[in-house]
């Protein structure tokens, strides 16, 4: 029996590869109240065979610290619609927390809806060696606002 192969998208997942730095500014909201900034590092890379892209994710604040968050990319061949998912585990501890979603051109974006309410992240790969994040969050899923966004370069 001939081996499974990773698919285009899958692929597609793959271009989050590398280690990204740059800063990331948290709007004002019930986790940080009067808003701030943050550096934050990006470690990324391919695993499973191709299957999947495993996130290491740290934010710190005066050399602290403040935020870190695992997270695992892959791709559902079942869920046509919504064909990239990512599974994401943080330091605030709420567990497992389930986005799927899919790009358009250059950017990645994907939601969920959880105990904490509703969340959506977009990943904007747009120009070259540059990671764009932001992440809006919604109590109904229809009005949004944001938590944070941010700006990563390429390190490797």
């Known amino acids: 029996m001939e081996m499974p192969q990773p698919t285009e998208a899958h692929l597609k997942l793959a271009r989050l590869a590398g280690e990204w730095s740059g800063e990331d500014t948290m709007f004002p909201s019930d986790w940080d109240p009067e808003g701030s900034t943050a550096q934050a590092h990006h470690s990324i890379r391919v695993a499973i065979g191709g299957f999947g892209v495993v ?13 870190s968050g695992v997270g695992v990319w892959t791709v559902d061949p079942q869920d046509h619609d919504h064909e990239c998912v990512l599974y994401w585990f943080d330091s605030i501890g709420m ?53 944070f966004e941010g700006t990563y370069r390429r390190e490797a």
């Open 95 to 147: 567990g497992m927390e389930t986005f799927r979603g899919g790009w358009e051109g250059d950017v990645l974006t994907v939601s969920s809806k959880g105990s904490t309410g509703r969340f959506r992240l977009t990943y904007d790969l747009s120009e070259a060696d540059t990671l764009r994040a932001r992440m809006d969050t919604s109590p109904d899923g229809d009005q949004w606002s944001g938590m």
């Open 55 to 67: 996130v290491d994710m740290e934010q710190r604040r005066d050399g602290e610290v403040v935020f």
